[in-house]
């Protein structure tokens, strides 16, 4: 009967709107797209944060880190300032704007 | 009350909430009222006290200004509490009444002198809300600072964590508010933690941040814009709250009042009533909220922002969501365009026209009717698909109602037709569209194009008059097409033999566009001008200065070879070989080595020095002969090849060329690194070698690796000759996928379709033909590529589209030659297969009268000949053409030849 509850309870969780994992599957996309070098397919991931996940404080600083990491790969260096900007502004305690200001402002 | 309409945002502005520590029970107000500074002191403060109390703020103003005076002066603790008290209402007073400079002003007062006061920390939240509601950031920005640095900001926060914090909540919300309304992101994020679930669900506070975002997005401060948006609460937690505040009214509400004194009941009974309204006025936003658009218009407004600041795949998600979520919604179409839009400045062309169509099929007669239908033009011809294109410009034109954008429609269908090398058509749209539309954006550009048909169209008059009008023309004071414009009058006039004005111009454009990118060419064309005036040095003087200003190899390469020729003419033999030697050392690999090797090659062998025209070519060849990406290697092996004579091996110059080349062929081919080399000189060997060996010795290569353009046309051609037409489809990808933009890449094309049409997959070749057709339609392989198209067709028993390409090949100059008496013999064929005997039997004679060079397909045509004749009953004239046939030594040869005599034999056997 525990077992039956459980396994109830897991399910109810596992079918429950979960938006951060949503946002991590979607993130998961876009890193996979940029590692393989398609990086329209990645920007396009990335644009679901930006437009459907922008709550989930944590998914927000990295897509944009992404974006900016992209625009440098891609030789938009304007692009990615603004993103590294954004992360600046807006997230300025977050582990991904330290990062984005070291590996990618240095390197600009 | 407010509204949940966004479009119609009207200003829901929270007024500063003021706790009127003097209010009590009220008191009517006084209706005539004594000036203020003519009152005895006590006077005063009951009239003060009385004024408040009835909320009549504006009038008490000046009475708490004349008791701050009158107190300023006067010591004792009682006299300062009164001052205190009086300065920090004033302050209040002044907010409620809006007049928020003099507030902040009049609160800032009051903190700075009575810091410790129990009013003190709600005042200094008032001074920011002052500050806010008179726009101004900077001082708001200021004051916080000022706070913060004197370590006052962390008390101010701390109240939040007491228990009386309950306090100010009224006053956090409204500063929020406040800065949310200004667009001020930074200082509305640094409050906000401070609003529980309660004030974050605040229809004043989501309404001040979309009016907020709206004052940014005006501002085009975009990401600002954003971040209000997003801190906006979707409808589902508005309406939570909205469920909450009415659950607890409700439950206040049905409890019993709680016992008060008989005098105050009436002011209980009042306010049980003020909040039985609220409750009704809470239901009613609810069920307004429940049915309103709320969240589309967020979203739209966060795709306008994503649109500012040119991330449009955000946008489009959105436009995407808000159409697939909301399809009956009235932004829905709005939407479905905003996609098509964001998708088209992506460079998603396709995705666009999925879009595009798909909002036609939905919407004919749609808004954005004529935006898509104009854009899907665009998005096609960024496909390089013109067919589609021009199918729907041409549904455009007819359209009714007119479309809005006729103009650029013409436009395009001129573009189009210019593509399509359609010169005439283009003309009639281009001038369509400067003559109807003369104020439109196209029309300028229309003009141009116009005289840039005629120039093609070799119409020089027309094109001088159309360029030289544009020039003159003062409806654009700034020409967008000056630079170009003039240089193309430049080569009108040249076209229409007025050298001298043509000269003048290509002088003129240099001087006016000394910077322009076409200088190098101007120069070129001046030099062509002077050296067919047989001012050869100032032609030399021309080429040099367009070398020096060459922005292309291209540019620069003309120049070289043009000031080649001049010396050629001068017979300056050296100054040709100087020439090219100092090119090659500049530009090495990336130069033209091929012509620079045989230009030099000329030079020597002008100067009767054989042997070292040779060297020249073939240390090029050895040079640069180990990089597979130099194609120009393979055409340098090509030229050495045609001058080696077509029989092979015949030519004394292929014996000098094969003894030459022959060690070094050796030790690339032994050597494991010259791979590339050994591949290209086995192809030449092949070429010019009678030994077979050579051309089998690639057709064995196990790989592909290492093939460039020769070695692999040669493949293929071994193979076909072989009767292996399967085994030219991996050369043929090869070559594709590393050499598709090189001369012989239309050779290649060719030898594939010649491999379909053997292995009988004619629809396979027609249609491989028609595409290189057009790829390669300028190169000097498009008539074999034209001969080949008409012989799938033919093969697919399409006899009269056959004959009518193989005519439209006979009537190109350029394409004369060994392939012309094939289509006189294969147009027969048609006919022959057509029944249309007399006329085959014509074509036939045409070929063995006319082209006696090709005897093998004299000798066809003989042979066609005779089996008309059997059809006509003309058995006659069948015997002389035997005898005719063995009469030609070169054709008794052929196996035709031989069946002629043959039968010749046998009639003189038979005879008596």
């Known amino acids: ?108 | 009350m407010c509204t949940f309409s966004l479009q119609s945002l009207s200003r829901c502005a929270p007024v500063a909430v003021a706790v009127f520590i003097f209010l009590a029970a009220a008191a009517s107000a006084q209706d005539q009222l004594a000036p203020p500074e003519s009152m005895a002191t006590s006077a005063l403060l009951k009239t003060t006290r009385s004024l408040l109390e009835s909320r009549q703020l504006a009038d008490a103003i000046p009475y708490l200004q004349e008791v701050v005076g009158r107190y300023s002066s006067m010591d004792g603790d009682e006299a300062v509490q009164t001052r205190a008290t009086t300065l920090h209402q004033l302050g209040l007073c002044l907010l409620e009444t809006g007049d928020y400079e003099q507030a902040a002003a009049r609160l800032g007062e009051f903190v700075e002198t009575y810091p410790q006061h129990e009013s003190a920390p709600l005042s200094r939240f008032l001074i920011l809300e002052a500050y806010a509601w008179q726009d101004d950031p900077a001082q708001m920005t200021q004051y916080i600072e000022r706070l913060d640095a004197s370590g006052g900001l962390d008390a101010l926060l701390s109240v939040f964590g007491r228990e009386e914090a309950d306090v100010y909540r009224h006053a956090v919300l409204s500063l929020v508010i406040a800065y949310a309304r200004t667009a001020d992101f930074e200082n509305m994020q640094r409050f906000l933690p401070y609003c529980d679930a309660d004030a974050r669900s605040d229809t004043g506070l989501n309404l001040a941040l979309i009016e907020g975002g709206d004052r940014a997005l005006d501002d085009e401060e975009y990401l600002t814009a954003l971040y209000l948006y997003r801190t906006v609460q979707k409808t589902g937690d508005l309406l939570a709250g909205y469920n909450r505040r009415i659950e607890e009214l409700e439950a206040e509400l049905a409890a019993p009042p709680p016992w008060v004194p008989q005098r105050e009941r009436d002011a209980q009974q009042a306010e049980r009533e003020a909040e039985q309204e609220r409750l009704v006025r809470l239901k009613a936003e609810r069920e307004e909220m429940a049915g309103s658009n709320y969240d589309i218009d967020l979203m739209l407004r966060m795709a306008r922002c994503f649109e500012g600041l040119n991330r449009y795949w955000p946008a489009c998600l959105l436009y995407r969501h808000i159409y697939t979520e909301f399809p009956e919604s009235e932004p829905a179409e709005q939407c479905r365009y905003s996609a098509f839009q964001s998708l088209a400045v992506l460079g998603e062309p396709a995705r666009a026209i999925e879009e595009g169509t798909t909002y036609r099929a939905m919407y004919p007669d749609g808004r954005f009717r004529d935006e898509v239908s104009l854009g899907l033009m665009h998005q096609h011809l960024a496909l390089d698909e013109e067919e589609p294109a021009a199918r729907l410009g041409r549904e455009l034109l007819a359209q009714t109602p007119i479309h809005r954008y006729l103009d650029q429609v013409n436009y395009l269908m001129g573009y189009i037709r210019f593509q399509q090398q359609n010169y005439d058509d283009a003309l009639d749209f281009f001038q369509t569209a400067a003559r109807e539309w003369p104020n439109r954006l196209y029309a300028e550009e229309s003009i141009y194009w116009a005289g840039m048909c005629n120039l093609f169209l070799s119409r020089f008059d027309e094109a001088v008059t159309v360029f030289k009008d544009y020039l003159d023309n003062p409806a654009w004071p700034e020409k967008n097409f000056a630079e170009d414009v003039t240089y193309r009058l430049g080569m009108a006039r040249f076209g229409l033999g007025d050298f001298a004005a043509s000269e003048q111009t290509f002088r003129d454009f240099l001087t006016r566009f000394p910077e322009s990118g076409l200088v190098s060419e101007a120069c070129s064309m001046i030099g062509d001008l002077r050296g067919a005036e047989g001012d050869l040095d100032t032609a030399i003087e021309f080429y040099a200065r367009a070398r020096k200003t060459a922005v292309t190899s291209e540019q620069e390469a003309y120049a070289l070879f043009q000031a080649a020729r001049v010396y050629e003419l001068q017979n300056e033999w050296l100054e040709i070989i100087s020439l090219m030697e100092t090119y090659l050392a500049e530009r090495g690999e990336t130069g033209e080595l091929a012509e620079a090797s045989l230009w030099m090659a000329r030079a020597w062998n002008a100067r009767g020095e054989e042997q070292k025209a040779l060297d020249i070519c073939c240390e090029t060849v050895l040079r640069y002969g180990g990089n597979p990406q130099l194609a120009s290697v393979d055409l340098l092996l090509q030229q050495l090849i045609k001058e080696s004579g077509v029989d092979r091996g015949g030519a004394e110059y292929a014996q000098k060329v094969l003894a030459r080349l022959a060690d070094d062929r050796s030790a690339a081919c032994g050597s494991e690194g010259s791979r590339v080399l050994c591949l290209r000189l086995t192809a030449l060997f092949a070429e010019i070698s009678p030994d077979g060996d050579d051309a089998q010795a690639l057709l064995d290569e196990p790989s592909l690796d290492g093939f460039t353009p020769l070695p692999l046309l040669v493949r293929a051609r071994e193979a076909l000759r072989q009767g292996r037409p399967d085994e030219v489809d991996p050369v043929y990808d090869r070559f594709m996928e590393q050499f598709a933009g090189i001369d012989s890449a239309a050779q290649m094309a060719n030898l594939k379709i010649r491999a379909l049409i053997d292995a009988g997959r004619f629809g396979a070749a027609l249609s491989l033909a028609r595409e290189s057709f057009e790829t390669y339609s300028g190169y000097p392989d498009a008539g074999r590529t034209q001969k080949l198209m008409a012989d799938a067709l033919r093969n697919l028993k399409e006899y009269d589209a056959a004959i009518e390409l193989y005519n439209e090949f006979l009537t190109v100059r350029e394409w004369r030659g060994e392939l012309t008496p094939q289509v006189i013999y294969w147009i027969g064929v048609c006919r022959a297969k057509q029944d249309r005997i007399t006329e085959a039997f014509a074509y036939f004679q045409r070929v063995y009268v006319l082209y006696e060079l090709y005897p093998e397909w004299m000798a066809k045509a003989y042979a066609a000949s005779i089996d008309c004749l059997e059809k006509l009953g003309r058995q006659d004239e069948i015997v002389k053409t035997w005898r005719e046939m063995v009469a030609n030594p070169a054709i008794a040869a052929t196996p035709e030849g031989q069946q002629a005599q043959q039968q010749l034999d046998r009639l003189q056997k038979e005879a008596p």
């Open chain 1, 1 to 108: 009967m525990k077992m039956l509850k459980n396994s109830l309870l897991y399910l109810l969780l596992s079918a429950a709107p979960v938006f951060a994992a949503d946002a991590e599957a979607v993130l998961e996309r876009a890193r996979a797209a940029a590692g393989e070098e398609r990086y329209a397919a990645a920007l396009e991931h990335l644009a679901q944060i930006q437009a459907f996940h922008y709550r989930e404080t944590g998914a927000m600083p990295e897509a944009l880190f992404y974006i900016a990491w992209i625009y440098q790969q891609t030789k938009a260096p304007e692009r990615s300032a603004d993103a590294v900007r954004e992360l600046n502004r807006f997230y300025p305690e977050s582990r991904w704007t330290l990062k984005a200001n070291r590996d990618i402002l240095t390197e600009q």
